[in-house]
């Protein structure tokens, strides 16, 4: 447990947030979303979408890799009780980009987020993405009152402890020296692990391990995984795995290592997959996820305009219902606006 110990001794457990923790059975019980008739691969989807629009609009505007990371956690956090269709995704996602960015010491400019993210969500479009630029008062106004709303869903808890940082420690000396397991390449240097943690940790920012795990266990599985895609020889230690020595069963491992899998092995999400702008929060609407699969040549949206001939960027956080980012949008002639989508 030395090695261990070493790993976890820069960081203190009592200056991070701790939030409670239920099992991946306990989420999918008590889930909210499926009262609304959101099946699991809806909700897996909705959280990848905004999770890349996220991370993309971090990378944009160089936010820390750990600024990033918060904001997806509150991000999960917050939809725990609260509703995708009540609450704009993309609008909480700004929300808690703002607030990730403030708390790990990347803090933006409102404006400049605000137009980042737009620049990312209507990448392409640019007849809605200067619509969107002109109006942003009215989605600075909504992302104020997000914010807000996180805050008190994470009862002001900020500060969360992320498996990046530990896994970072874990493959390094004083620890366990991860490595020198690594195989060796062409020129006789060990191949760097560091590019292949940091890629299964942003795995695991698209699933909700953060809510069923604490963070060290976490750290452990992203080395876990890392190794193994790196075909890594087996790192023993005085007789036992290097895992072993951490205080992390084979099931939990196990089942964490799978959860992750299951993003690595989907189709990435083209940036961004917003096909059609939110509505006005006026407008009645039903939402049907579509899939992954479905080709962006097919995504033709009928896009509501205002009595201006304005597109209708509805962009109210409380009030506006979900634009998950994959939908095309119809008016019908009666009035009544739906989220029309296929799962195939």
């Given at each position: 447990?030395?090695?261990?110990?070493?790993?976890?001794?820069?960081?203190?457990?009592?200056?991070?947030?701790?939030?409670?923790?239920?099992?991946?059975?306990?989420?999918?019980?008590?889930?909210?979303?499926?009262?609304?008739?959101?099946?699991?691969?809806?909700?897996?989807?909705?959280?990848?979408?905004?999770?890349?629009?996220?991370?993309?609009?971090?990378?944009?505007?160089?936010?820390?890799?750990?600024?990033?990371?918060?904001?997806?956690?509150?991000?999960?956090?917050?939809?725990i009780s609260m509703s995708y269709r009540?609450?704009?995704?993309?609008?909480?996602?700004?929300?808690?980009?703002?607030?990730?960015?403030?708390?790990?010491?990347?803090?933006?400019?409102?404006?400049?987020?605000?137009?980042?993210?737009?620049?990312?969500?209507?990448?392409?479009?640019?007849?809605?993405?200067?619509?969107?630029?002109?109006?942003?008062?009215?989605?600075?106004?909504?992302?104020?009152?997000?914010?807000?709303?996180?805050?008190?869903?994470?009862?002001?808890?900020?500060?969360?402890?992320?498996?990046?940082?530990?896994?970072?420690?874990?493959?390094?000396?004083?620890?366990?020296?991860?490595?020198?397991?690594?195989?060796?390449?062409s020129s006789g240097r060990y191949q760097?692990?560091?590019?292949?943690?940091?890629?299964?940790?942003?795995?695991?920012?698209?699933?909700?391990?953060?809510?069923?795990?604490?963070?060290?266990?976490?750290?452990?599985?992203?080395?876990?995984?890392?190794?193994?895609?790196?075909?890594?020889?087996?790192?023993?230690?005085?007789?036992?795995?290097?895992?072993?020595?951490?205080?992390?069963?084979?099931?939990?491992?196990?089942?964490?290592?799978?959860?992750?899998?299951?993003?690595?092995?989907?189709?990435?999400?083209?940036?961004?997959?917003?096909?059609?702008?939110?509505?006005?929060?006026?407008?009645?609407?039903?939402?049907?996820?579509?899939?992954?699969?479905?080709?962006?040549?097919?995504?033709?949206?009928?896009?509501?305009?205002?009595?201006?001939?304005?597109?209708?960027?509805?962009?109210?956080?409380?009030?506006?219902?979900?634009?998950?980012?994959?939908?095309?949008?119809?008016?019908?002639?009666?009035?009544?606006?739906?989220?029309?989508?296929?799962?195939?």
């Open positions: 447990m030395d090695e261990w110990k070493k790993a976890v001794s820069k960081d203190n457990p009592s200056q991070y947030a701790h939030w409670p923790l239920k099992s991946r059975e306990e989420l999918e019980a008590t889930s909210i979303h499926r009262q609304e008739g959101f099946s699991a691969e809806d909700e897996a989807f909705f959280r990848r979408s905004y999770t890349q629009v996220i991370m993309e609009t971090g990378r944009r505007l160089k936010i820390s890799h750990l600024g990033v990371a918060t904001a997806t956690a509150m991000c999960h956090r917050y939809y009540q609450n704009d995704c993309f609008v909480v996602a700004c929300a808690a980009l703002l607030l990730g960015a403030k708390v790990e010491e990347s803090a933006q400019r409102f404006p400049d987020l605000l137009r980042a993210a737009i620049g990312v969500r209507y990448a392409g479009q640019a007849a809605l993405r200067d619509w969107a630029l002109a109006h942003m008062d009215e989605l600075q106004a909504a992302v104020g009152k997000a914010e807000r709303s996180i805050l008190y869903i994470i009862d002001f808890e900020m500060r969360i402890q992320h498996p990046f940082r530990i896994a970072s420690e874990l493959t390094s000396p004083p620890a366990f020296n991860l490595r020198r397991y690594t195989p060796v390449t760097d692990i560091t590019d292949a943690v940091v890629n299964v940790a942003n795995a695991s920012l698209q699933t909700t391990l953060i809510l069923q795990y604490p963070s060290p266990s976490i750290s452990v599985a992203v080395v876990h995984l890392a190794m193994m895609l790196l075909k890594c020889e087996d790192a023993v230690f005085r007789g036992k795995f290097w895992w072993q020595h951490c205080p992390v069963s084979a099931y939990k491992l196990s089942d964490m290592t799978n959860q992750i899998l299951e993003v690595l092995e989907q189709r990435p999400l083209d940036m961004p997959q917003c096909k059609a702008p939110p509505l006005q929060p006026s407008h009645v609407l039903t939402l049907t996820p579509m899939s992954e699969a479905a080709s962006p040549s097919r995504l033709q949206p009928d896009v509501p305009h205002d009595s201006n001939g304005a597109p209708a960027l509805g962009l109210h956080g409380s009030a506006a219902a979900v634009s998950p980012l994959d939908h095309t949008c119809a008016a019908p002639a009666n009035g009544e606006a739906s989220w029309q989508g296929s799962r195939e």
